[in-house]
């Protein structure tokens, strides 16, 4: 409430992007800082996917009745779009046994 809905997924889109670029650079001498990076991706999805949720309420208002179709539509490309990006990693060569 204090810092708003807009900052607070500015702030979690800022610190998701700044713990997956550490991610990107770590190798194998220093993977264990994978652990320590993994609590400030955890926070910051957690951050931008409750506010963005919020955010969809202030689009539906006070009118009950086009909520659900709104909700409904969120949650069926959510389940879509997670659903090609699953297909794509699994197909990645580092997976395939």
Do not use: H, P
Request: net charge positive.
């Amino acid at each position: 409430m204090k810092i708003g809905r807009k900052n607070s997924l500015i702030a979690g889109t800022i610190i998701s992007t700044i713990s997956l670029g550490l991610l990107y650079l770590l190798d194998s001498s220093n993977g264990n800082w994978i652990y320590f990076l993994a609590i400030f991706i955890g926070f910051s999805q957690s951050l931008i996917l409750t506010t963005g949720i919020n955010l969809i309420s202030d689009v539906v208002g006070s009118k009950s009745e086009s909520g659900a179709i709104v909700f409904g539509i969120y949650s069926f490309l959510d389940k879509i779009s997670a659903g090609i990006i699953i297909f794509f990693i699994a197909q990645l060569s580092c997976f395939s046994g």
